[in-house]
């Protein structure tokens, strides 16, 4: 975006600056002085800050201000005498003066709920071009950040490959179930999930803080009878709550419940955290919600209890609608993804005859943004499958 004109506020404590979509954005002199892209004040190297808001003068002003041939913006400030640059896309990327989102649950721009019309629709990709083609895997990786769910085809079915999918994108959160666990059938399981019963939708390790925030599950034997698998998008369940019933959205978004795991010995994970949490700016920023998992709800006043408990019996009802999911039958050699503070993975129950061996690990979405970022800063273009 081009700036056209620029004008002085407050005594030139902060700056107005015209763009050429008509449009104007205001800012700070102390913002644009922390801000600053010169190299006194960030590292060459990699960008990070060399000054402390210390180092500021708390009463910095702009004493002078123009637009430069190539378009950048050029300021002064004192009383430092410092002088620096900015480019004015980097300036219209980074404003701030703009209207504020007031409404509760509200998500970001990157974000895309869905529901079972996605199901012709999944992102499902092979390994090998995960492996060898910088854009695929960049497509695959947007999938996993719009959505919350991806597949992989066609992967090697040897014990632990999976950690090789998730290190296509970052590194495995290893847990007390180990760098990876088995998924199948026990005697005496320490888990439900290593049972032959249907499972609820529900988030991982809810009682873990932090949550690890992706989960892979990849599909080494299945020749059962039933065991599908189904995911359902937590932003939506929650956002059609809140269209429904307000009241319950908000108290699933505004009291904490408790969770809390103690199926090995040696290990007592406890969280507190709400079913539906929301940034301070009422962002719609994670999901939590497993029945097997929750203890006692104690941090509910009794006035709000019985309505509380009406909320969560809603969400339920609507996670469990067949309106809300996808559903697949995993086979030998395929994996999926979710982001494990959003989409909510549930198991239909299957046969005691036959074989069902999935392997799962536990992944962070920081690492997963990093390399998506980064693929875009290289200028690939992603490339669907």
Known sequence: MKAEKLELLEAGRALR??????DSSRFHAVWLRDNALDPQTRSSANGQRLITVLDIPG???ITAAAIRADGDISLSFGPEQHRCVFPAAWLHQHRYDRPTRSERGWLGPDIEIWDSRLQDKVTSTRYDRLQRD??????????VERHGFAVVTHMPTESGSLCDVAALFGYVRETNYGRWFE????????????TNLGLQAHT???????????QLLACLENSVEGGDSIVVD?????????????????????????????GSSGV????KRPFIELGPDGEMIAIRFNNRSAAAFTDVPYADMEAFYAAYRRFAEILEDP?????FKLRPGELFIVDNTRVMHARKAFSGSGKRWLQGCYADKDGLLSTLAAIRAEGVKEAAE
């Open 17 to 22: 600056i015209g763009w050429g979509d008509g």
């Open 59 to 61: 009463q910095t002003t």
């Open 134 to 143: 910088r854009a695929a895997l960049g497509a695959w990786l947007g999938a």
């Open 183 to 194: 998924v199948r059938a026990e005697v005496n399981p320490t888990n439900l999930a290593y």
């Open 204 to 214: 991982d390790n809810p009682y873990r803080d932090p949550v690890p925030t992706l």
């Open 234 to 262: 937590g932003f939506a369940v929650a956002k059609r709550l809140q269209a429904e019933d307000p009241k319950a959205f908000d108290l699933l978004a505004r009291h904490a419940v408790r969770f809390e795991y103690a």
């Open 268 to 271: 007592r994970l406890r969280s």
């Open 323 to 327: 309106a809300m999911e996808v559903s």
